[in-house]
């Protein structure tokens, strides 16, 4: 419970603090929705991003996105060679490839630059990683470009 103090017609420093802290204090009503989500709260499309692959490939735009860690193959394929490895969970995909079968249930494969180079350090950990491994909505996600070798 709070006590507002008279002195002369003006509240005291402390009851001033209560109505400023409940003026800027939002009320919302009960019956008041929450926004709805939007269709792939962790995937975005940005246009205005340019990236250039080792290959001479530039890409201009980007899909950035959750993800799990994991290994960047030298195609989309397992048998090809680990050229890189993703150790965050957010980063950035330039295009998609269809390769192998994955246990996404699918073939669909996204390619970017890994944070770690692990084989072919001349292609600086650029490689492809499964679908399965990239939270996305669709497979492969719309607006996102097919790689120009496949």
Sequence with gaps: MVFFEKKRGVRTAASALVLAAAALWPVTPASAAAPAPTADVSCALRPGVTHTDTLGNTFTGDLYCTNAPGDLYGRPAFDAPVTGRLKTTQSWFVCYSIG???????????????????????????????????????????????????
């Design 100 to 150: 192998e079968a994955h246990k996404g249930g699918n073939n669909v494969w996204y390619y970017t630059q890994g944070d770690e180079t692990v084989e072919l350090p001349s292609i600086k950990a650029w490689g492809n990683i499964p679908a399965s491994s990239v939270l996305t909505s669709t497979d492969p996600f719309s607006g996102l470009p097919r790689c120009p070798w496949h």
